[in-house]
Antibody
Framework: EVQLVESGGGLVQPGGSLRLSCAAS????????MSWVRQAPGKGLEWVAT????????YYVDSAKGRFTISRDNAKNSLYLQMNSLRVEDTAVYYC????????????WGQGTLVTVSS | EIVMTQSPDTLSVSPGERATLSCRAS??????LAWYQQKPGQAPRFLIY???TRATGIPARFSGSGSGTEFTLTISSLQSEDFAVYYC?????????FGQGTKVEIK
């Protein structure tokens, strides 16, 4: 069974940093592109970043460029999102998601971790 | 950035009726479109990819169509568990973008 479990969310002040983690199991993590998607309270979904299987390619939404870094450790079956210079508008539930194998879109999602940026 | 626009924002439908949801892209995305369902407090569920291919385990009452800039998700006979918010997403260009969502509610 595919499982994605996010952790690392919490309350942080504007300008602060936070590192999210996603532990993957039930599939060959090293063969999957992985993404982070967020959802502000009461709002819609926003794709944040995606990383290729070997980490050689990464893509970001404009608002995350220069502040967020997506990375992975295939030996640990883990995905990360380092978030720096956090803003109030980064407040959201952050989901880890697997890019669908043989298709596209995100076929498996974690339950999310809440990041609150507030003073 | 490709802007995805869904309509309507809210759709009121009786159980057993058909629901038709629309999604428009600001430029052509071929068939590089996915649909998701999200219920309150839950992660999104993958429904459709390639504009019309159902994901594994998705009931046949869900169907997708369209190409280019105009897309449709049809739920042929709404069941109680189908009342939720539905999102379209394009993966033709980076950054991937979602529509704002259509809430399907009980009439």
């Amino acid at each position: 069974e595919v499982q994605l479990v996010e952790s690392g969310g919490g309350l942080v002040q504007p300008g602060g940093s936070l590192r999210l983690s996603c532990a993957a199991s039930g599939f060959t993590f090293s063969r999957s592109w992985m993404s982070w998607v967020r959802q502000a309270p009461g709002k819609g979904l926003e794709w944040v970043a995606t990383i290729k299987q070997d980490g050689s390619e990464t893509y970001y939404v404009d608002s995350a460029k220069g502040r967020f870094t997506i990375s992975r450790d295939n030996a640990k079956n883990s995905l990360y999102l380092q978030m720096n210079s956090l803003r109030v508008e980064d407040t959201a539930v952050y989901y880890c998601a697997r890019r669908a194998a043989g298709a596209d879109g995100a076929d498996y999602w974690g339950q999310g971790t809440l990041v609150t940026v507030s003073s | 950035e490709i802007v995805m626009t869904q309509s309507p924002d809210t759709l009121s439908v009786s159980p057993g009726e058909r629901a038709t949801l629309s999604c428009r892209a600001s430029q052509s995305i071929s068939i590089n479109l996915a649909w998701y369902q999200q219920k309150p407090g839950q992660a999104p569920r993958f429904l459709i990819y390639g504009a019309s291919t159902r994901a594994t385990g998705i009931p046949a009452r869900f169907s997708g169509s369209g190409s280019g800039t105009e897309f449709t998700l049809t739920i042929s006979s709404l069941q109680s568990e189908d009342f939720a918010v539905y999102y379209c997403q394009q993966y033709n260009n980076w950054p991937w973008t979602f529509g704002q969502g259509t809430k399907v509610e009980i009439k």
